[in-house]
């Protein structure tokens, strides 16, 4: 059995991290893994919502230790494996579906960037983040792109690498790391619920949604503006928004409403 397990389930795809006895820890096997399982996901036609989660008690305990140690002195492995890293987390955060990563357990630093490069994070409220690098001599310099600015601000990012402080679920939470907590025993549901109101939404419009508001980042707020008229406009004269438009003022729903159904259970803990 690998490290990732990849599962298309009516038009979800649940994405595994599947090394619990190993604290689903990041090493050069387990990233080549994830990437091609979110290829998979991303390319496959029927899936319109992409799911990230564990096998076991926590997420991910971040880098794999013992990795780093073997590639000391191995300039090439460590180039890989960091290439790796940060293109999966570009990968997650560009893909045109949306991603939701439920988390339950510990959250650790590289665990942190998986995460934080997802679209919405739902979580268990004994869920804890950490982003421990400087406890190892490391800054988490790959997971900060999708971290501050687009969850948290620079100073918070600051304060959380230099104290490597551990956030509980709900002040996680209250900083925009993570979107939804439940009690563990309610997480079922709610992220069905979020997953169904996923499956409402047209694909189109998220997929715009996810290459606009990157767009924003690198823009001052004038090209913003004008940015947003471009778009609408766009949007406005294609076939599927009129079709929408109009199934809404008649009273009926549009051809992308989808009703998601589940076969396997979304909180796996083996």
Not at 69 to 88: F, N, P, Q, S
Not at 89 to 102: S, T
Not at 119 to 147: K, Q
Not at 167 to 172: E, G, K, Y
Request: a negative charge; hydrophobic letters at 45%.
């Amino acid at each position: 059995m690998g490290k990732v397990e990849f599962l298309a389930d009516n038009g979800l795809g649940i994405i595994t991290l599947a090394d619990s006895a190993n604290g689903n820890r990041l090493n050069h096997e387990t990233l080549a893994e994830l990437s091609h399982a979110f290829n998979a996901a991303i390319m496959h036609d029927e899936i319109r919502v992409i799911l990230l989660r564990s096998n076991g008690k926590n997420f991910s305990l971040g880098m794999d230790l013992q990795f780093l140690l073997d590639a000391r002195g191995d300039t090439t492995l460590a180039e890989e494996a960091v290439g790796l890293y940060t293109d999966l987390l570009l990968k997650i955060f560009e893909a045109p579906k949306p991603v939701v990563a439920l988390v339950y357990g510990d959250i650790k630093a590289g665990g942190t960037g998986l995460v934080s490069a997802c679209d919405i994070v739902i979580a268990s409220d004994d869920t804890t983040v950490e982003l421990s690098e400087a406890l190892l001599g490391l800054i988490p310099a790959n997971v900060l792109p999708f971290l501050f600015s687009l969850r948290i601000s620079p100073q918070k990012a600051r304060y959380l690498i230099m104290t490597a402080k551990r956030l509980n679920a709900l002040d996680a939470q209250s900083i925009g790391i993570i979107d939804e907590v439940y009690p563990m025993d309610e997480l079922e549901k709610g992220a069905k619920a979020l997953i169904k109101s996923l499956f409402r939404t047209a694909p189109s419009a998220v997929a715009v949604t996810k290459h606009f508001t990157r767009e924003l980042l690198s823009k001052t707020i004038d090209e913003s503006c004008n940015h947003a008229k471009k778009t609408l406009i766009e949007l406005i004269s294609r076939d599927d928004v009129l079709e929408g438009i109009k199934a809404f003022s008649e009273g009926s729903t549009p051809p992308w409403f989808g009703k998601a159904k589940f076969s396997n259970p979304l909180v796996r803990i083996d």
